[in-house]
């Protein structure tokens, strides 16, 4: 028997629509049990402090307890590898940082592919970085310093918290966009660096303004440039390394990843609230504090914004051949 043509169109679009059903129902009913959060640093670090603060936000509104778990090691790789494994049902997350998404440039034989194996969720924002440099040095401006770098190639030491770190990458950027040889000298960490831009044995470096900008209020340091395109409230006087290097923009970025193959509903779910938080004065106010722009992107805006950082600074990474591990 044939069914009447109404009824069979009106079956098959209820047919059609079966597939999307379990993935609303995962959403509506998510979380249902305790989710854990993955930081690649160490507790007390930033991105630790702002996946905490993340982690509390989606706590208190989605009525979960949002767990943070830190795995440092390897260039954040043992967070990304366990998330990557961990089943894709949105109760395992990763918090994302620069570092994360340029793995698969920086180390060989990795057991997995972040572009492959880790869909984004939210970005929480990004972190101007100051181009900085002992009061000492003789250069008051980014092209008195690219001027001096390019008649004495090789004898600026550049320093950076390790190789492969985003304060090495932005340095390696700056040299590769002025055409300018700068010698990389990699510290262990912030503190080695620091002591050693204050002392002078350092000469210049790209550095976090959370860390680098008590010491140029102080006058222990001078910071040339903001490496963002724009140049900030905070430092207004400071100009933007783009205003002599056309082009350049360098920036920290902390945002949230799941196990690719996670529900859409599930990642639509997390990536509102943590929009919301982005919009809550309080919230926002202690991001800011960090030293981080907040900045609420769409899961589809953040993979984007992802893949064009990958690109632009894989061009770097590719121009030094920096290898990390």
Known sequence: MELPRRDFLSLAAG???????????????????????????????????????????????????????????????LATEAVARAAPDGYTLLVITVPTMLSSLLYDNLHFDFARDIAPVACVGGTPFL?????????????????????????????????????????????????????????????????????????????????????????KLRALAVTTVTRLDILPNVPSVAEFVPGYDVEGQIGVGAPAGTPDGVIAKINQTVNDGLADATLKKKIADLGNVPRALTPAEYRKFIASNIDKLGSAVKFARIKAG
């Open 131 to 219: 181009m900085i440099i002992s009061p000492s040095f003789p250069a008051k401006t980014v092209p008195e310093f690219v001027a001096y770098a390019k008649a004495n190639p090789g004898k600026i030491n550049m320093a950076s918290q390790g190789t492969g770190t985003l304060t090495h990458i932005a340095g390696e950027m700056f040299k590769m966009m002025a055409g300018v040889d700068l010698l990389h000298v990699p510290y262990r960490g912030e503190v080695e660096a620091q002591a050693d831009m204050l002392s002078g044995r350092a000469d210049v470096m790209f550095d976090p303004i959370v860390t680098a900008l008590p010491n140029v209020q102080a006058g």
């Open 15 to 77: 047919a059609a629509a079966l597939p999307a059903l379990p993935q609303i129902a995962q959403a509506d009913s998510y979380p249902s049990r305790p989710v854990r959060v993955i930081v690649g640093y160490g507790a007390g670090s930033t991105p630790d402090i702002i996946g905490r603060l993340i982690a509390d936000w989606l706590s208190q509104r989605l009525g979960q307890a949002f767990v943070v778990e830190d795995r440092p090691g390897a260039g954040t790789n």
